[in-house]
């Protein structure tokens, strides 16, 4: 019987301190622990903890770039370097080089229209004599002397051919006497026209 009303009494105590922490919970005076006062009527979920939340920061206004002040700005001046004066005068031409004196003309179109003339016989001699029987083989040198005569003519002189060919030195001396070309006459140093004897050597092969 003890034990039965000792449980009564517990129950009843239970009971009693449920019913006013519901009341203090309901009547605003009990705080959660988050520090938010739920009041009577409230919902727990619609409120939120004021003490985490904090006001937005206010975004702070750009930073506006200095104005620059154009009226303090000078424009820099810069010297223009003086432009040099234009060389008006005109340009000299080269010199022109000195003319050859006329008897070296002479002598260099002498020298050319005679190697052509003798290599055009020595090129018939080829073709028409080293033929024969009467030339051996092998190479001949061949020396002619000739003269430029005052008015530009041409003499034949002595004509050498080593080894010695008989043949061969006639029918040289027979087709340089043919068609012989007038060179130019050749001056002393007065500017008159004298004789000159020359020399020319050639090579020919069998």
Request: net charge positive.
């Amino acid at each position: 019987m003890k034990k039965l009303l000792l449980l009564v009494l517990v129950m009843f105590a239970l009971n009693a301190q449920s019913q006013s922490l519901k009341d203090l919970l309901f009547s605003g005076k009990m705080k959660t622990d988050s520090g938010t006062v739920v009041r009577k009527g409230e919902d727990l979920k619609d409120k939120v903890d004021t003490a985490t939340k904090k006001p937005a920061p206010v975004a702070s206004e750009k930073a506006k770039p200095a104005s620059i002040n154009t009226d303090s700005v000078k424009t820099a001046s810069v010297p223009v370097a003086a432009q040099a004066p234009a060389n008006t005068e005109a340009v000299k031409p080269a010199e022109e080089a000195a003319p050859a004196s006329p008897q070296a003309t002479a002598t260099r179109d002498n020298n050319r229209i005679w190697k052509e003339f003798v290599d055009t016989v020595l090129g018939s001699i080829k073709a028409e004599v080293l033929s024969s029987k009467k030339i051996k083989k092998g190479d001949y040198s061949i020396t002619i002397d000739y003269a430029i005569n005052v008015d530009g003519s041409v003499t034949i002189g002595n004509i050498f051919v080593s080894p010695e060919s008989s043949h061969l030195q006639e029918q040289l001396k027979e087709r340089l006497g043919i068609d012989t070309p007038k060179l130019n006459p050749m001056m002393n140093t007065n500017g008159v026209a004298r004789k000159v004897n020359k020399r020319y050597t050639a090579l020919i092969s069998k």
